[in-house]
């Protein structure tokens, strides 16, 4: 166990949006005493309550922030309603939507225009997903995975876009279940680069490791899709928040393990895990030496 091999994967760390999403945020709390975050900025506990300490507060909804202050949409993107209704009130929007977050709102509209039916491959309850059904004007189904198909009575023209931090092969095999039920398919990837490149860097990794560590919000959609995928290579996996949840049992007969963060961790949160690992992997060779 001294000589264990840790391998991290490159694309880890703060995707595109989140730092510009975090760039955001501070600039917000610098220029205003107080700022309203309408949901959490990201699904990360750690950097919510450093924001909070700066002054932001998060809020379930925009008729929680008083009138003619500051709040500030989070990466996820928010309904059209949110933008209505801070304009009447005088409130500031600082708008950190991910960029392309935006792109898949924008693709979902102008769809529902050319009066497709659109399907959005994604999570029910998560915040992106339901900011893109709301710039649909609500005229989108939202759909985890392709047999839900079954449940839903499709029209001749489909149109298709997604939340980005989806699984490839997930888009592919609905497309693949679409293909013979209607007579007009348009698709619109909107899979974040950033996301398939670390999912495929991520895949690489754990078919490598005995033993794979995915950093990450428990409540992340991109971090527990990195476990899922990880776990799918037959290697165990862990998913975890911070380095103080490593167990030294996890290393018992571990030669190599694999890192690898979610979007929204940050990126020290990598070097602490490797920090931990080696000392976990110290003691116990440490002990079994003395064992001897």
């Known amino acids: ?43 990360n506990s750690q950097v919510v309550e450093g924001l909070e300490r700066r002054g932001m507060h998060v809020v379930d909804d925009i008729a929680e922030v008083s009138r003619g202050s500051a709040a500030l949409v989070r990466a996820h993107g928010a309904g059209p309603d949110v933008y209505e209704q801070a304009q009447k009130r005088g409130i500031k929007l600082i708008d950190a939507t991910c960029p392309f977050v935006r792109r898949v709102q924008q693709a979902a509209a102008r769809f529902v225009e050319e009066r497709y039916q659109v399907l959005v491959l994604g999570e029910r309850d998560h915040p992106e997903a339901r900011a893109i059904v ?65 999912q495929k860097a991520s895949l690489r990794v754990a078919s490598q490791v005995d033993l794979m560590i995915v950093i990450g919000g428990y409540h992340s ?21 911070v380095a103080e949840e490593l167990r030294a049992e ?43």
């Open 250 to 292: 996890w290393l018992d007969g571990v030669r190599t393990v694999g890192i690898t963060t979610g979007a929204s961790t940050p990126p020290e949160a990598q070097e602490d895990v490797r920090r931990q690992l080696l000392e976990l992997a110290a003691a116990g060779a440490a002990e079994h030496r003395g064992g001897t």
């Open 134 to 198: 709301a710039h649909a004007g609500g005229r989108a189904t939202i759909v985890q995975d392709a047999d839900e198909l079954k449940q839903i009575d499709l029209t001749d023209r489909v149109a298709v876009v997604c939340q980005t931090t989806q699984r490839m092969d997930k888009l592919q095999a609905l497309v693949a279940a679409l293909m013979p039920r209607v007579g007009e398919l348009r698709v619109v990837n909107t899979i974040c680069d950033a996301t398939a490149k670390r």
């Open 1 to 43: 166990m001294s000589d264990l091999r840790i391998i991290g994967v490159d694309e880890a760390g703060f995707c595109f949006g989140v730092k510009r999403a975090l760039q955001l945020a501070h600039q917000a709390t610098e220029e205003h005493s107080e700022v309203a975050c309408l949901g959490p900025l990201i699904h």
């Open 221 to 241: 959609a991109n971090t527990n899709r990195l476990a899922q995928i990880c776990r799918a290579t037959g290697t165990r996996t862990k998913h975890i928040e």
